[in-house]
């Protein structure tokens, strides 16, 4: 029996392509230089121990005030050097550079931005667990002149494209270019990533939900309640049992949740009053929100829908909940329920004088 023909992801680009006979091709261009990226850093973290990428960058610290990884530099200066050269971009910015990344004058400029978490869920590369890359393409507002903080501050629903590698038992390319989600699979004797999942869909109903629980104290009231929940399962009002996972790598996590549906929490908390959230706004959040969304899920702060957020700054914290649209909808209905006095206040917390009950 003959397996199936597969596109290639430049076959695939092709096809999407027609829909806008005028394009430059650009584009295409563009995701194809990411795609090289990932590659390249799928092969760096696949060498583990016997690569050079593992462990602590000696003391040094990120603009997130988070240490920084080997191998987070290293994904990082891939994504530079693979990008910088295309004549597609304006400018690009990342999880680990403070300010916008400049394309260098001898290098031509184009009309997008490239916004990337070069290596998520890093505190997981020494042990071997999967990590990916995230990545956000947007247009420059301002065409080739120098980029600032502000071009970048556009609202998730402005996003072009988004995606991820996950590097995980396979390496896979997860895309949308706002026309639904395709999954590619990479194969490592052509070196392509081939299309393997067309058309991904999160289901609409879920028993699984994943959320660090070691955070529960600092949870805002709603999110107590939901996760109580489904703790309680079929002897609580939700008739039904519920499964947990967290592998502490968001983008395994929605992986995960395209795959076979879900619920990922990462809620605003009381845990850091400078940080309402632990995940980043324009380089987690709304590119991970754009593809549940292309995929029939749902992405949202818990009270808003996520891609609706206007950003205020480049490394901006968010609450994020997505997945299997009906659990979103319903811990958006939990949060709206909420009395706004029980939020974000001390008092109501699991040591506070008002507990909520659950
Ligand atoms: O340490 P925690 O609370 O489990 O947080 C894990 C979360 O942090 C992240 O790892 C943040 O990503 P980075 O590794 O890019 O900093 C997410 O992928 C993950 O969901
Ligand atoms: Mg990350
Ligand atoms: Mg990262």
Redesign the pocket.
């Known amino acids: 029996m003959t397996s199936p023909h597969r596109l290639t992801l430049t076959q695939f680009l092709i096809e999407e392509r027609r829909r806008f006979p005028h394009a430059s091709g650009d584009f295409n261009s563009l995701i194809l230089n990411v795609a090289l990226a990932c590659k390249s850093i799928a092969r760096k973290v696949a060498f583990g121990a016997l690569g050079a990428g593992q462990g602590d960058v000696g003391g040094a610290i990120n603009v997130?005030g988070?240490t920084q990884k080997e191998m987070d530099v290293v994904s990082n200066q891939v994504f530079l050097q693979v990008n910088e050269w295309c004549g597609c971009l304006a400018g690009m910015a990342s999880?680990e550079m403070a300010e916008p990344y400049q394309i260098p004058d001898c290098y031509p400029k184009g009309k997008y931005l490239l916004v990337f978490?070069p290596?998520?869920?890093?505190?997981n590369i020494d042990v071997n667990v999967a990590v990916g890359s995230i990545f956000s393409v947007l247009r420059a507002p301002n065409g080739d002149a120098a980029v600032t903080e502000q071009d970048f501050l556009q609202a998730g629903a402005s996003q072009v494209a988004a995606g991820y590698a996950v590097y995980g038992p396979a390496t896979m390319l997860v895309l949308t270019v706002g026309n639904g989600v395709n999954g590619f699979t990479l194969d490592l004797e052509l070196g392509e990533f081939m299309l393997t999942h067309p058309a991904m869909q999160v289901p609409p109903d879920t028993c699984e939900f994943a959320i660090?629980a070691s955070?529960s104290r600092f949870w805002e009231p709603p999110v107590k309640r939901y996760v109580d929940e489904c703790m309680a399962g079929q002897t609580g009002g939700r008739c039904k049992d519920f499964n947990m996972r967290?592998i502490?790598?968001?983008?395994a996590?929605a992986h995960r949740i395209l795959m076979r549906g879900g619920v990922f929490l990462?809620p605003r908390d009381s845990k850091d009053a400078s940080k309402p959230g632990?995940?980043r706004l324009l380089y987690?959040a709304n590119p991970i929100g754009f593809i549940i969304e292309q995929a029939g899920g749902r992405a949202s702060t818990g009270r808003l829908p996520v891609l609706d957020v206007k950003p205020t700054s480049l490394h901006q914290r968010i609450g994020l909940v997505f997945g299997s649209r009906n659990e979103v909808d319903r811990i958006e209905r939990y949060h709206n329920d909420a009395q706004p006095t029980e939020m974000m206040n001390p008092l109501f917390n699991e040591h506070g004088l008002f507990r909520m009950p659950a």
Request: proline residues 0%; hydrophobic residues 30%.
């Open positions: 997130q988070e999880e978490d290596l998520d869920g890093s505190s660090n955070n967290w502490a790598s968001m983008v996590e990462y632990r995940l987690e």
